[in-house]
């Protein structure tokens, strides 16, 4: 399964000037937080999020929401994606992975998952 999602930075760059630190609370936890160096970066994780979310088929709503996926990097600086267990049980999830990229003021995000 595949999933791949597109934001314009400025989206989220506004709602970063607009909310503050509440913005991020919408779709990051404290974590993830501690990663956000720029508002493409954040855009890219909500680009991620989203595109984890259609990977399995709901999109993000009450089946799968923005807390329902997790976001780190790993000693390359490498994103990584992580679902909850109650998600990755529901539906069958084995492996994700997850790539981002920031270009010409979007960002764009796309998972690719294993099934069991």
Request: hydrophobic share 40%.
């Amino acid at each position: 399964m595949i999933g791949i999602d597109i934001v314009v930075i400025s989206r989220i760059e506004k709602l970063m000037e607009k909310f503050g630190d509440k913005a991020l609370d919408r779709f990051l936890d404290k974590d993830e937080k501690k990663l956000i160096k720029s508002p493409s970066t954040a855009a890219g994780f909500w680009a991620a999020k989203e595109a984890a979310s259609k990977a399995i088929g709901t999109g993000i709503g009450a089946n799968c929401g923005f807390h329902d996926i997790t976001i780190s990097k790993d000693n390359n600086n490498a994103p990584k994606i992580k679902y909850k267990k109650s998600i990755r049980k529901k539906y069958k999830i084995k492996n994700s992975s997850l790539s981002i990229t920031h270009d010409g003021g979007f960002a764009i995000a796309v998972v690719a998952l294993e099934k069991k």
